[in-house]
């Protein structure tokens, strides 16, 4: 597992650091997150020139074939700097589950668009009571011509405010809970009776609940493979979002470690006490760790690797605790500062917060992890 | 997880495996190494390795090293480490045998290199005295000048398996006057020389692994002085980076990791509610495991790249112990009242112990463990280095 990076790789990251530093300081994502819209179309542009939003797609989809790592490389760098854009939904999610599902006349259609900037996707897959299962939909589509009619709630979907189209997943056949019968839609996120309820969420974004009544949707891959769909497009997910949390976490060791050497109390530098010295320790180990972990997985994961949905499970469950470990740290190391809204840590630990969320929690991934242990 | 591995390596790899399957010594496959083998048992792979060159694969190739690269040592020691074979001694061959080969004269290079390379000589380590643990610099034991021999006096302790030991390297004060650090020197005593006493310390396992070594008026030849006088403490650090690197122990990890499983399936049925309760506890290990796997191979990528590690020794030393000894800690609680018994010191044949084969050494174990977040500096120590060296605070 040698993770010497190419060139390519190296050149990514780097542009990458260099336009974040300059265009996405911690006061200009805050004019961009507390902005009517909640997120910046220059930003997303910048991505788009840059190739941010072509580097994981495979050359074929009009990608640059970076994949997974890629990947790895662009979301450590925006969980350094809390990017609030939509890079995991719309290009991640939606355009991994396009590429990976989607006919030739979608890819070539929709990948374009994402690649050029033109268009922003959102995930619908979370429902009231489901939790974290992806075979827990309720909601309905009943075929209708070529097309699909949906009806049903989806809930808490990120980056649904700014979308011009979502990726629904919906029951086609059996009943709640069952694996098969779950299809996968691309709906037009502007069409006419699908209603949609705004709200910000822990991290600066923006989520919606939406109901659909009777929306017109187009199938994404094929009828009743949505859940099978759906892991495959997690664990990738899981890959980004893991990336930009040990990113955060890596920004949240360093202003800790700062702040202790600044910090003064007794006279002296609060980094002077040992039992601060010892718990940074902690924290750069829980940082180490994850980063070895991050990378672990999106090598397998651009590997292809049988038995990667369960890596991803303990990917996810580590580096959430650990992540949560530091979190929990940094704003304890910063005492009343680390309260504030005004310093960035406290927005990293939502940031973190949020993560440990998406796609499910250290706990339910952990579960996750044992139960599909073949050994046991 | 595994290193990509060149055509070569992967042929190296499997030419360790080989010769481990066909070579390990039955004897040696005894419920726990550690504490049930004699010394001579104990030597037994220590000669094969011997005879194979591959005893030493830290030294250089002019001392008797096998030559190998980064990547290589890594191998042996994963391979080694995966089908549980008893480690050469470290004391003789991790430890004072480089000490030697830097620090040495050619004469002492002659003498006692061979030796450590066959298993003739069996070293112990004297560091650490009842008033100088974590603290080494405040060592006591006094050495002074008597024309071309030094008369030692002091008390060791602590000495791992001294009881076997033929020489043991002691950290001794030749100068009472100057700084602590600067008076230390590093001296090889013949452990037979008139004046030095082992007594037993028997620890809360039972074992007899640790001992006191009192040294009185004991007479050491000027010549058994590795280095320059005063300089000591300078050998010594050395000796513990050493010490500390392959203390990741994945490979011992992931066997008692797949042990544990199998005793918490025989003794805890799946329908019992504490059944899933072991399994997340055990997930949460497994995952530490992986994560402290996958940066041991990131080190050792950097390494053979010929990036400095820094002191990544120290993390491994820390995370490495806390999961080994959290594996025991699991394994006594999976044999439930069967954790009330332990195995008699010394072992014999005929002594009755309850429950199932797999329980017998695990209260042992979990209570032996404790030792690992206390030696080779305790993990404190080890969070005080990273804290200077990394972190600089």
Known sequence: ?376 | MELALSPEDAAFRDEVRAFIAENYPKEMRVPNPETDLTKEQSLLWHRILYKKGWIAPLWPREYGGPGWSITRRFIFEQETSRAGTLPPLAFSVTMVGPVIYTFGNDAQKQKFLPRILSGEDWWCQGYSEPGSGSDLATVRTKAVRDGDHYIVNGHKTWTTLAQHADWIFCLVRTDASAKPQASISFLLIDMKSPGVTVRPIITIDGSHEVNDVFLEDVRVPVENLIGEENKGWTYAKFLLGNERTSMAGIGRSTRYLDRLKKIVNAEITADDPAHLEFRKEIGRIELDVLALEATELRVVAQMARGIDPGPAASLFKIRGTEIFQGITELTHRAIGNYGLALREQPLSANQFMPGPDYGHTATEKYLNARKLSIYGGSNEIQRNIIAKAVLGL
Not at chain 1, 50 to 67: N, T, V
Request: with cysteine; proline share 1%; aromatic share 8%.
């Open chain 1, 1 to 376: 597992m040698d993770i010497q990076f190419t060139e390519e790789q190296e050149l990514l990251r780097s542009s990458v650091q260099r336009m974040l530093r300059d265009q996405y300081s911690f006061e200009a994502r805050r004019k961009i997150v507390t902005g009517e819209e909640g997120w910046s179309r220059k930003q997303w542009n910048g991505f788009a020139e840059l190739g941010l939003l072509a580097a994981p797609f495979s050359e074929e989809s009009g990608g640059l074939g970076g994949g997974p790592l890629s990947t790895m490389i662009v979301a450590q760098e925006f969980g350094r700097h809390l990017v609030v854009e939509p890079y995991v939904e719309t290009v991640v999610l939606a355009g991994g589950l396009i590429e990976h599902a989607g006919t030739d006349e979608q890819k070539q259609a929709l990948i374009s668009d994402i690649i050029a900037g033109q268009k922003i996707w959102a995930l619908a897959w979370t429902e009231k009571g489901a939790r974290f299962d992806l075979a827990n939909v309720a909601t309905a589509a009943r075929r209708d011509g070529k097309d699909y009619i949906l009806s049903g709630e989806k809930t808490a979907v990120i980056a649904a405010p700014w979308a011009d189209y979502l990726i629904v997943s919906a029951r086609t056949a059996g009943k709640r809970d069952d694996r098969a019968g779950v299809s996968l839609f691309v709906v037009d996120a502007r069409a006419a009776n699908l209603d949609l309820r705004s709200f910000k969420t822990i991290d600066g974004r923006r989520a919606a609940e939406i109901a659909f009544r009777d929306v017109r949707g187009e199938l994404l891959g094929s009828e009743g493979e949505g859940v099978a769909l759906l892991e495959a497009c997690r664990d990738r997910a899981i890959g980004a979002l893991c990336a930009e949390a040990v990113g955060a976490m890596a920004e949240l060791n360093s202003a800790t470690l700062e702040y202790s050497k600044t910090r003064k109390q007794f006279g002296v530098t609060i980094g002077s006490f040992q039992v601060l010295q010892h718990r940074m320790v902690d924290m750069f180990i829980a940082h180490q760790e994850a980063l070895s972990l991050m990378q672990h997985l999106s090598l397998s994961l651009g590997a292809g690797e049988s038995g990667v949905s369960r890596l991803a499970s303990g990917v996810k469950s580590k580096i959430g605790y650990a992540g949560r470990f530091i979190a929990d740290q940094a704003v304890q190391l910063h005492g009343g500062m680390g309260m504030t809204d005004e310093l960035n840590v406290g927005h990293y630990f939502k940031r973190i917060s949020s993560i440990n969320i998406q796609f499910g929690d250290p706990a339910h991934h952990l579960l996750r992890y044992v139960q599909l242990d073949a050994a046991a």
